[in-house]
């Protein structure tokens, strides 16, 4: 199968993507994912029901991952004889608006899992002095981070970056003592020193 980036947002696509997407014979993905790409597929596009049967899918499957593959996407599910073509991430669009320099930043999800690693890191990249990129979870979200900041005593600001790339893109910064409240599902989160 390949595994094409198709961005986090609308045209967002690289050149290896689009090719990829236009000479498939069949496509699957996520409905916001197909959503993307709609204009450039011009075969049957599937919804995915299981992503743990990625692996039965025909070696010629263009499988359709929203941001990049890599970065808490469906790379995981990669064979060693699938292709993956990266796409453009919700961390190269926050880093780019914040101006956030990639080098200078840990990376932590928590989207979808147990909050405690994903606290525990966070904890230990902070004290390094890093800045934070998060994919965050309905647990553990600005209010947990900013309680996180608090206790450690490090006054950093916070931004809920939303709909990165979306036209109803928004970022709202806040610190420890007023964190910034996310209005959707959508949003990542950045800490910055």
């Keep these: 199968m390949i595994i094409v980036g198709v961005g986090v947002g609308p045209n967002m696509l690289t050149q290896e993507a689009i090719k990829a997407i236009r000479g498939a014979s069949i496509v699957y993905g996520s409905k916001r994912a197909i959503e993307l790409a709609s204009k450039l597929i011009k075969c049957e596009a ?5 992503y743990k049967t990625l692996h039965l899918l025909p070696k ?24 993956i073509i990266p796409g453009i991430s919700s961390l190269q669009i926050a880093c780019a608006r914040l101006g956030v320099n990639l080098t200078d930043l840990a990376v932590i999800t928590a989207h979808g899992r147990d909050p405690a690693p994903a606290k525990q890191t966070l904890v230990c990249e902070l004290e390094l002095g890093k800045n934070i990129f998060m994919l965050p979870d309905a647990s553990f979200g600005t209010v947990e981070v900013a309680s996180v900041l608090r206790e450690l005593n ?20 806040g610190d420890v003592n007023a964190p910034p409240v996310a209005g959707s599902d959508l949003y990542c989160i950045m800490v910055v020193q």
């Design 46 to 50: 599937r919804k995915i029901e299981n």
């Design 60 to 83: 010629d499957a263009v499988v359709l991952s929203t941001g990049d593959p890599m970065f808490s996407g469906l790379g995981k599910f990669a064979g060693k004889d699938d292709k």
């Design 154 to 173: 490090i006054n950093a600001r916070i931004y809920a970056c939303e709909q990165l790339g979306y036209p109803d893109e928004c970022i709202n910064a």
